[in-house]
């Protein structure tokens, strides 16, 4: 079995298919490397594509202590999976959690992205949802510690962001179902109040996202309610960001609609290495990055 050792010695359990430019996929708080079947499937065609476990998602370590998990460290182990396979720049893909540690990855190391695509990210990201999205992980954490992950995914696996994928693909919706519950209670409580208790929101790194000149692409859901907002403003900061919106679409986009997400990120990762994708021209303006109400 395949593992990248970190850094800080956490051993990460990866998988790679195909060959080319790489492809570097970042998984989700419900997920783990099974999750981006459907993208590799499709990209490995044409790209070295690379998938992770997160630590704390066997088989990858599991580190007991909660205060080795964090944002910096979900950052940092897209840099040592990198390193670990000898790779100077990929092409980065996350989704929610994923999507964070990904933009963490193309602020504080654009020299080692070729791109980055933010997916189903920002959630609990905006001021008036920051804090509860905090007391919430926390909550959640605690409830995992005491039930165990099947009475916790019983209830969080069908929340208001994952019912569009029971609607559209019920397989689909049983296998993530499935997966998540072979998950780690352990690794699970210590993400979530490692990295999602600790995570800052996005608007408090407004400065930094206005000097990035990664090619960025955002994707999310119009049913991701949460986040739409958030996202917004990631599109107004971010001077290399596009935005593609997905209709009747929750939070797994890449499973609920994977020929329009593997479309939508082809056709951006040619852009990219055409030198086609540039920042927003100075002609279209952004009068605030807060929408017309001002800052929020």
Same mark, same amino acid.
């Not at 990248?4 to 998988?15: A, G, K, N, P, W």
């Not at 790679?16 to 998984?27: D, M, Y």
């Not at 998950?183 to 210590?190: F, Q, T, V, W």
């Not at 593997?262 to 929408?291: C, I, K, M």
């Given at each position: 079995?395949?593992?990248?050792? !970190?850094?800080?010695?956490?051993?990460?359990?990866?998988?790679?298919?195909? +060959?080319? !430019?790489?492809?570097?996929?970042?998984?989700? /708080?419900?997920?783990?490397?099974?999750?981006?079947?459907?993208?590799?499937?499709?990209?490995?065609?044409? &790209?070295?594509?690379?998938?992770?476990?997160?630590?704390?998602? $066997?088989?990858?370590?599991?580190?007991?202590?909660?205060?080795?998990?964090?944002?910096?460290?979900? #950052?940092?182990?897209?840099?040592?999976?990198?390193?670990? %396979?000898?790779?100077? @720049?990929?092409?980065?893909?996350?989704?929610?959690?994923?999507?964070? +540690?990904?933009?963490?990855?193309?602020?504080? &190391? $654009?020299?080692?992205?070729?791109?980055?695509?933010?997916?189903?990210?920002?959630?609990?990201?905006?001021? =008036?949802?920051?804090?509860?999205?905090?007391?919430?992980?926390?909550?959640?954490?605690?409830?995992?510690?005491?039930?165990?992950?099947?009475? /916790?995914?019983?209830?969080?696996?069908?929340? $208001?962001?994952?019912?569009?994928?029971?609607?559209?693909?019920?397989?689909?919706?049983?296998? &993530?179902? =499935?997966?998540?519950?072979?998950?780690? +209670? %352990?690794?699970? +409580?210590?993400?979530?109040?490692?990295?999602?208790?600790? #995570?800052?929101?996005?608007?408090?790194?407004?400065?930094?996202?206005?000097?990035?000149?990664?090619?960025?692409?955002?994707?999310?859901?119009?049913?991701?309610?949460?986040?739409?907002?958030?996202?917004?403003?990631?599109? @107004? =900061?971010? $001077?290399?960001?596009?935005?593609?919106?997905?209709?009747?679409?929750?939070?797994?986009?890449?499973?609920?609609?994977?020929?329009?997400?593997?479309?939508?990120?082809?056709?951006?990762?040619?852009?990219?290495?055409?030198? @086609?994708?540039?920042? #927003?021209?100075? #002609?279209?303006?952004?009068?605030?990055? &807060?929408?017309?109400?001002?800052?929020?």
């Amino acid at each position: 079995m395949p593992t990248i050792t !970190t850094d800080d010695s956490v051993r990460l359990h990866y998988e790679e298919t195909g +060959a080319g !430019t790489p492809l570097l996929f970042v998984h989700e /708080f419900g997920g783990d490397l099974r999750s981006w079947e459907p993208q590799v499937r499709y990209f490995a065609r044409l &790209y070295r594509c690379i998938r992770y476990n997160a630590r704390g998602y $066997p088989p990858s370590d599991v580190p007991e202590d909660w205060n080795r998990y964090s944002q910096e460290r979900a #950052r940092d182990d897209i840099r040592s999976v990198l390193d670990g %396979l000898q790779i100077e @720049r990929a092409h980065v893909v996350g989704l929610s959690m994923g999507a964070f +540690a990904t933009l963490h990855f193309g602020m504080h &190391y $654009p020299d080692r992205a070729l791109s980055i695509t933010v997916a189903g990210g920002a959630y609990g990201s905006h001021p =008036a949802h920051h804090q509860q999205f905090q007391e919430d992980s926390r909550a959640n954490a605690e409830r995992i510690r005491r039930d165990g992950m099947a009475k /916790f995914v019983a209830t969080y696996g069908v929340g $208001p962001q994952r019912v569009q994928l029971e609607l559209k693909d019920q397989r689909s919706f049983a296998e &993530y179902l =499935a997966q998540f519950n072979e998950h780690s +209670a %352990l690794g699970a +409580a210590n993400t979530l109040l490692g990295v999602q208790c600790r #995570r800052p929101s996005f608007y408090e790194l407004r400065e930094r996202l206005q000097k990035m000149t990664v090619p960025t692409l955002l994707m999310l859901g119009d049913e991701e309610e949460p986040a739409l907002e958030a996202n917004l403003f990631l599109k @107004r =900061a971010i $001077p290399t960001a596009g935005l593609a919106v997905f209709p009747k679409s929750g939070h797994a986009i890449n499973l609920e609609e994977p020929a329009l997400f593997n479309q939508l990120l082809e056709n951006f990762l040619h852009q990219v290495e055409s030198a @086609r994708w540039r920042a #927003r021209d100075p #002609r279209a303006t952004v009068p605030s990055l &807060y929408g017309p109400a001002g800052r929020p």
